[in-house]
């Protein structure tokens, strides 16, 4: 079936994938230009690097975000994995608030950083302040390829953007991703918005 040729490593299979996942940019694209039109109620940096997508490939075995048992090896600390990858969430986020952009790079590769930079620039003074209310971490998939550890942790919760205001939910992926030597540790490569 489909599913058989998409990963079964032949050619037409990651031809496939290819066309797949290239289609998955085209509708995030779009859907990130409807929503700046729209309205932008996600959180301010999330908004603004949806399009990051497109810098973090996801592996070839396919990173589905619908929901579905994850696909963690057997003996990865998930739980771990999933504190830190919350405690970064917020410092990241505490981090772009106040352009301290040394701590972002520390999060993040460099395509990612360089984006993040463009929106502290852009933003100027602009004083922005982002109070994460609640915050939940899936972990969704855990894979190695190319000599890189990837990992795609689904972040939900509610988030406040105004003192005084009612929180809103969000949800996103993060893409994140390793040497498989260890010569770094995880970064955030990618965010794809949900809703």
């Given at each position: 079936?489909l ?7 032949s050619?037409l ?12 940019v085209?509708l995030?694209?779009?859907?990130l ?6 309205a932008?109620?996600?959180m ?5 690097l949806?399009t ?8 070839a075995?396919g990173?589905?975000?619908?929901p579905?048992?994850?696909?963690v090896?057997?003996?990865f600390?998930?739980?771990?994995f999933?504190?830190?990858?919350k405690l970064?969430f917020v410092?990241l986020?505490?981090a772009?608030?106040?352009?301290e952009?040394?701590e ?7 395509e990612?950083f ?6 502290v620039?852009?933003r100027?003074?602009?004083v ?8 939940n ?5 855990v ?8 990992a ?10 105004t ?5 809103v939910g969000?949800e996103?992926?993060?893409n ?16 794809q918005q949900?809703h």
């Amino acid at each position: 079936g489909l599913l058989g040729t998409l990963f079964s490593g032949s050619g037409l299979g990651a031809v496939l994938l290819l066309a797949l996942f290239a289609l998955g940019v085209v509708l995030a694209l779009r859907a990130l230009a409807r929503r700046r039109a729209v309205a932008p109620s996600q959180m301010r940096y999330a908004a603004d690097l949806a399009t990051q997508a497109v810098a973090a490939p996801l592996p070839a075995q396919g990173a589905s975000v619908a929901p579905r048992a994850a696909a963690v090896p057997a003996g990865f600390d998930a739980a771990g994995f999933l504190r830190v990858a919350k405690l970064n969430f917020v410092k990241l986020q505490v981090a772009n608030d106040v352009g301290e952009l040394e701590e972002i790079r520390e999060f993040t590769t460099r395509e990612m950083f360089d984006e993040l930079r463009r929106d502290v620039l852009a933003r100027g003074s602009e004083v922005q302040r982002t109070d994460v209310v609640a915050l939940n971490a899936d972990l969704l998939e855990v894979a190695t390829e190319n000599n890189k550890h990837w990992a795609s942790v689904r972040f939900s919760g509610m988030v406040r953007e105004t003192p005084g205001t009612e929180p809103v939910g969000f949800e996103e992926v993060w893409n994140l991703v390793k040497p498989a030597d260890g010569s770094s540790g995880w970064l955030l490569a990618g965010i794809q918005q949900m809703h």
